[in-house]
């Protein structure tokens, strides 16, 4: 697949969003900046400084890829909670010149020595500790190989000079964030257990940084240099793997150094689909994500949602059946392809879409108790950050990752500076024992070693007439699958420009629990006609932070979520 440098200039608008974090009401998007025309590239991300990293790679003649390369090391530094070396995610690369669309996968594996059983305590019950802020809960980390892979096939710049940003950013440091400080104070008490992350993290009083203060992560930043002068085997095979084997073994950890050598990123094909006569391309598994996207949009194509309305009850009722049909089937159907057969083509088929649209009752919930995971075969044919690249060429990039819970499992592996994932609480450790964001599974996804453990995370990449019309993903756990569906529904079916289908308030039901999650910019009015059709509504906190570009008229334009108030979408 080509993938070719930044030539030539383009003359394009970008749109820039400035954004206030969601408080108890609908969001606004205010400050909203329209430059003179410019050089067509854009880069949108959690964090500020990662973005401006990103954009000075394009304006340097780098591709979306490379620009990509540097946002993702670079928030490993500013953006520690989700940001990282020591976990995984998945990329979505579309390359203009062929039209074709790369879909990598760098998720984490379970190590060698892992059971299917080992996370059962006393009497079969699941310790909940052991298997989330344990050295055991650690799965080898996929970001670096994940990243270089990136970069060797679809690159152009030396991975050195991309890794050299981050490195600045964590050797000099930079002034936390009222919004890093109340995420470093809601995950004191779990840094604070280990003495390498409470080095970094905390004060020397043993108090969490507080917004001001600067944050140095000199450890983080040798092994950032190692990485740009030895490239991955210095993670893999070098120094930084003999101390994360040796913060394995003190604290009775799984990975071994043959676990971190035979690590291999891999280059699969994205799953597809079309909704309205737009093109979707998304991740396909281990992701779940692509999977149910196409099918929940697949279930809704047969109801004019125009005619309902964005947000209204009963568009709401639609989505949160469909979602409910998509969600019992993950805890059946997916996995890791390289362990289970996963029906992807019936899952994602029109058919089967709407043989479960004759279930949905239009003006009743149907209880999930009631709903069980179909048979798809037949019609065969958590913490998280999003970043989006668009480069003058028309390249796209669409990546997310993560550590899973916010800064992982907490640990630091002792020397290195990088926190560790605890990618492990992703897999089924009991079938019918809800993992930490209530989602249900079976054997497709009990634990194994060398397996990948299913994620939600969603990467996606809409064309239309085979060129970009929308690339987006978001972090959230077992919400990101309905959060990205709804930014396409707002977009496509709604006609809103980015920035009101990011600020639209949103809803999730993940079949089990049977509760209804809605935003607080859901209407009072709504909400008691949702509950007269029988669903349990519960108003929770933002959902998502989704990361967006999209192309209009032949311009771009971005949006950052405003619900992650320190992300930003830059142009230039």
Not at 1 to 10: Q, S
Not at 31 to 39: N, T
Request: no cysteine; aromatic share 6%; glycine share 12%.
């Amino acid at each position: 697949m080509a993938f070719v440098r930044v030539r030539h200039v383009l003359h394009l608008s970008v749109l820039l969003l400035a954004v206030p974090a969601l408080a108890d009401g609908p969001v606004r998007p205010h400050g909203l900046l329209h430059p003179a025309a410019g050089k067509a590239g854009m880069v949108v991300a959690q964090e500020a400084q990662a973005a401006r990293i990103g954009v000075d790679v394009l304006q340097r003649g780098g591709n979306a890829v490379d620009a990509a390369v540097a946002m993702g090391f670079a928030l490993a530094v500013t953006l520690p909670r989700a940001g990282n070396l020591g976990g995984g995610g998945f990329m979505m690369v579309h390359a203009a010149e062929t039209g074709r669309t790369a879909a990598i996968d760098y998720r984490e594996t379970a190590p060698r020595g892992a059971t299917q059983d080992m996370f059962l305590g006393a009497g079969g019950k699941v310790d909940k500790e052991r298997e989330r802020y344990s050295h055991k809960a650690v799965a080898v980390p996929g970001t670096v190989a994940g990243l270089a892979l990136a970069l060797r096939q679809y690159g152009s710049m030396p991975l050195k000079a991309l890794i050299a940003p981050a490195v600045r950013l964590a050797e000099d440091g930079f002034v936390v964030s009222q919004d890093m400080a109340k995420a470093l104070a809601r995950h004191e008490e779990r840094l604070a257990r280990w003495p390498a992350s409470a080095k970094i993290f905390l004060r020397p009083d043993g108090q969490p940084l507080r917004a001001g203060d600067r944050l140095v992560q000199a450890d983080l930043a040798a092994s950032l240099r190692l990485i740009g002068e030895q490239g991955p085997d210095a993670f893999y095979r070098g120094a930084i793997a003999e101390r994360i084997v040796a913060e394995m073994k003190s604290g009775g950890g799984l990975i071994a150094a043959g676990d971190l050598a035979g690590y291999r990123a891999i280059v699969r094909q994205p799953v597809t689909g079309t909704y309205r006569g737009y093109e979707i391309r998304s991740m396909p598994p281990p992701s779940s994500g692509g999977i149910h996207v196409i099918q929940i949009l697949n279930i809704l194509e047969g109801y004019d949602l125009a005619a309902l309305g964005p947000n209204s009850a009963a568009s709401i009722h639609l989505l949160a059946e469909a979602a409910k049909r998509a969600y019992a089937d993950r805890s059946r159907h997916l996995g890791d392809p390289d362990f289970w057969k996963v029906p992807s083509a019936g899952l994602t088929s029109k058919n089967y879409a709407a043989a479960l649209r004759k279930s949905i009752d239009l003006a009743r919930a149907t209880p999930s108790d009631e709903i069980a995971p179909g048979e798809p075969a037949r019609f065969e044919g958590p913490n998280t950050t999003h970043f989006t690249v668009a480069d003058a060429e028309g390249n796209v990039v669409a990546n997310t990752y993560t550590l899973n819970l916010s800064y992982g499992s907490g640990i630091v592996a002792a020397g290195t500076g990088i926190l560790l994932n605890n990618e492990m609480a992703d897999f089924v450790a009991k079938p019918g024992v809800p993992n930490a964001f209530g989602l249900l599974g079976d054997d497709a996804n009990a634990v194994a070693a060398g397996k990948r453990p299913l994620s939600s995370m969603s990467p996606t990449i809409v064309l239309k007439d085979g060129k970009l019309f929308l690339a987006t993903g978001s972090p959230g756990g077992s919400r990101i699958i309905t959060t990205v569906v709804q930014i396409l529904l707002n977009a496509i079916d709604h006609r809103m420009n980015i920035a009101d289908a990011t600020a639209a308030p949103r809803v999730h039901h993940q079949w089990q629990p049977d509760t209804l999650r809605v935003e607080q910019g859901i209407s009072p009015d709504t909400r008691r006609l949702l509950e007269a059709m029988g669903h349990r509504v519960e108003i929770g906190p933002p959902m998502g932070a989704t990361q967006s570009i999209m192309q209009s008229g032949g311009r771009l334009f971005g949006a950052s979520d405003p619900r992650s108030p320190d992300g930003r979408a830059i142009g230039y």
